[in-house]
Nanobody
């Protein structure tokens, strides 16, 4: 069994910062890509940022220059540093990870439970 547990969400004023963390635990052999998605009320879930196990990152245009994704492979943890937050960043943020539970190419996609980020104007 594999679990992704997020932390760090909350309420912040526009222009403020938050740091999200997501730790993976359980029967893990290898973690490949990790990332963050978000879903605002009435909208589809969208990719915010992703990072490979080699450290290559990708960010949505809407957050470039404001959000930074990073990971600590020794801790099976991915982070999202969010600066210069805007009201339109308000959403539930979900962590995800592609995890292999044994040797070989097979991997499964796992999601965290989500953490609420609310940015007030």
């Amino acid at each position: 069994q594999v679990q992704l547990v997020e932390s760090g969400g909350g309420l912040v004023q526009a222009g403020g910062s938050l740091r999200l963390s997501c730790a993976a635990s359980g029967n893990i052999y290898r973690i490949n890509a990790m990332g963050w998605y978000r879903q605002a009320p009435g909208k589809q879930r969208e990719l915010v940022a992703s990072i490979t196990n080699g450290g290559t990152t990708n960010c949505a245009d809407s957050v470039k220059g404001r959000f930074t994704i990073s990971r600590d492979n020794a801790k099976n943890t991915v982070y999202l540093q969010m600066n210069s937050l805007k009201p339109e960043d308000t959403a539930v943020y979900y962590c995800n990870a592609d995890i292999a539970r044994g040797f070989g190419p097979n991997e499964s996609h796992y999601w965290g439970q989500g953490t609420q980020v609310t940015v007030s104007s």
